[in-house]
């Protein structure tokens, strides 16, 4: 009796394994190599992430048509979106504090709508002020504070997320929330 | 028993005739790898994956200028105006194919001005910039004409933007001048 | 009592006797019939060399996919405006010539894919450069027919050439190959010596920085 039921159970488990070996095989790699997979940490958070601890301390938003976005001089219709993170190295890799990548994400709920990369070579006329880095710096290995600044469309969103990738802990990558 | 074979000979001759169209109508090994192409028109907003642009004017011209830069050919000038701007993210993201497309003929965008042309400027999501892209084609090119903007320099397997233009119906000037590139301008 | 046996058939007895014949003589006779074919094609003599042809300069040299009309050779020190400074012992060379892309797309003037590669004075290697004379644009994009003034630059010894020297420039011309296999899109390749020209060497003219 159980002869006969010996082709199904195959087909019932090798058909899965089949298609689950293959698709690790073609796209593992693929999703491995990727900041795909984000951890997603509260508006204001610590977070202890590949060693090292991150928190956002500040936002502030400058438009275009304000003052200071005249003196900066921001495009029409943009604005500048400055975060201040802070940093704090625990494990060093090679005596050295984890090198991040910087980008701001549009959300809605969980999606990525649009995402933008740092103003450092804008036409503007901004940077962040000292003592304030400029993006991760790695030999700095105490505890320390930089800025990332970005140049968006004033049709942006409220929902934004600063996304930092560190190499080393992809396809993890840190999404913290402004 | 006859009806049988009968039937299962019909049925072969319409799988074979099936798959014979299969494989006369399925896209070659070029035709899978096909851009996605956008058309639109000048003065709209085209959009496609990672690029929206809007083309503005086109002019004809025997030399041009920009603040630059002054370009002599032995063919003759087409001056495009045109906005560019990424949709969705800014990696590499630049305006990386911007072809003219005259009959059997490409040409690409000339590369002469350096700084003063928007081809191959780096583009932001949702901001656009705008700012001229030089063609050099031979004098009896100036027919109707598919301008492409794209991404990457390889235009396959993604959005490519397609404006129409006819460049028969546009006055040839002796000189034209194109201004700088700027971005966030509309 | 044994049936007789039938008288064999034409086709039987042409079998026989072709059985019979040594495969020896059929070997020979084989050969001997290619060898006499070979009359036809003008015997086993050497082919001809080609003679390398000569373009004078002014002249064009139609390739598969560019016309080139070689012009001139220039000795000059450096071309500083241009950013083109030869090492210390050094002065350049600049080869200049009209080249026209008579193909449907553009072409480039990189080294080993463009351009460069189909003007080569005799004993030099590739260009330091390929400029647009008009605006000194480095490595232009050819279009389809529109003809433009390249000037090759090459740095050569001080002294190896003076003026009135001759310079033999080898003009080469590629062949075309379609999509390939792993490749995509059509490419001219594979350089081959395909005429030549004698130039005579001049000095830049002081106004002429080029």
């Known amino acids: 009796m159980i002869r006969r039921w010996v082709p199904v159970l195959a087909v019932v488990v090798l058909l899965p394994l089949t298609i689950g070996i293959t698709f690790q095989n073609e796209w593992g790699s693929y999703y491995q190599n990727r900041p795909s997979q984000p951890v997603d940490v509260a508006k204001g958070d610590r977070v202890e992430f590949g060693g090292t601890g991150w928190q956002v301390t500040e936002v502030s938003t400058t438009e275009a048509s304000s003052a200071s976005g005249e003196e900066i001089g921001l495009p029409a219709h943009t604005r500048l979106v400055t975060v201040t993170v802070q940093v704090s190295p625990d494990e060093l890799i090679d005596g050295l504090s984890p090198y991040c990548m910087a980008s701001l994400q549009e959300m809605a709920g969980d999606r990525v709508l649009r995402s933008w990369d740092d103003a450092t070579f804008a036409d503007i006329d901004y940077a962040p002020e000292e003592p304030l880095e400029w993006g991760c710096t790695p030999e700095t290995t105490s505890l320390y504070e930089f800025g990332a600044w970005f140049v968006i469309p004033d049709d942006a969103g409220e929902q934004l997320s600063l996304s930092l990738e560190v190499s080393e802990q992809q396809p993890r990558y840190l999404r913290l929330a402004l | 028993m006859n009806l049988r074979h009968v039937a299962n000979g019909a049925l072969l001759a319409v799988i074979l005739a099936v798959a014979a169209v299969v494989q006369h109508t399925s896209p070659g090994d070029g035709g899978w790898q096909q851009p996605i192409e956008v058309t639109g028109t000048v003065g709209d907003r085209v959009e496609g994956r990672n690029i929206a642009a809007t083309v503005w004017s086109a002019q004809v011209a025997r030399e041009v200028q920009t603040s630059d830069w002054t370009g002599q050919t032995t063919g003759i000038w087409v001056v495009v105006d045109v906005s560019a701007e990424a949709v969705v993210d800014e990696f590499a993201a630049r305006l990386g194919t911007a072809q003219l497309v005259i009959g059997d003929e490409t040409f690409s965008a000339s590369e002469r001005p350096d700084l003063d042309t928007v081809y191959r400027n780096s583009l932001s999501v ?61 | 009592m044994t049936v007789p046996a039938a008288k064999p058939t034409r086709r039987e007895a042409a079998r026989a006797l072709f059985d019979r014949l040594p495969t020896k003589w059929v070997v020979t006779a084989a050969a001997g019939l290619a060898v006499l074919s070979t009359a036809a094609f003008g015997g086993l003599e050497d082919a001809p060399a080609q003679e390398l042809p000569q373009v004078l300069p002014g002249d064009t040299h139609h390739g598969a996919q560019l016309d080139i009309t070689p012009e001139r050779a220039i000795l000059v020190d450096s071309l500083t405006e241009e950013g083109y400074e030869p090492d210390p012992g050094y002065v350049l060379l600049v080869i200049t010539a009209e080249v026209t892309n008579t193909w449907n797309t553009p072409a480039t003037t990189l080294n080993g894919v463009g351009a460069a590669d189909n003007l080569r004075p005799v004993e030099l290697d590739e260009p330091l450069a390929v400029v647009l004379l008009a605006d000194g644009t480095p490595t232009p994009q050819l279009q389809p027919r529109v003809p433009v003034e390249l000037g090759y630059i090459w740095q050569v010894p001080v002294g190896s050439l003076e ?37 005579t060497v001049d000095l830049a003219e002081p106004a002429d920085g080029r």
């Open chain 2, 126 to 186: 949702g901001i656009p910039t705008r700012g001229p892209l030089f063609f050099e084609i031979p004098t009896d090119a100036l027919g109707k004409a598919r301008l492409q903007l794209g991404i990457d320099s390889d235009p396959r397997l993604d959005s490519l933007l397609v404006i129409p233009l006819d460049l028969s119906q546009l006055e040839v000037r002796d000189s034209a001048t194109a201004n700088d590139v700027q971005w966030g301008a509309e």
């Open chain 3, 163 to 199: 003026a009135g020297d001759p310079v033999r420039v080898d003009i080469y011309d590629k062949v075309y190959r379609a999509d390939g296999f792993v490749t995509y899109g059509e490419r001219f390749q594979e350089p081959f010596l395909s005429a030549f020209t004698e130039l």
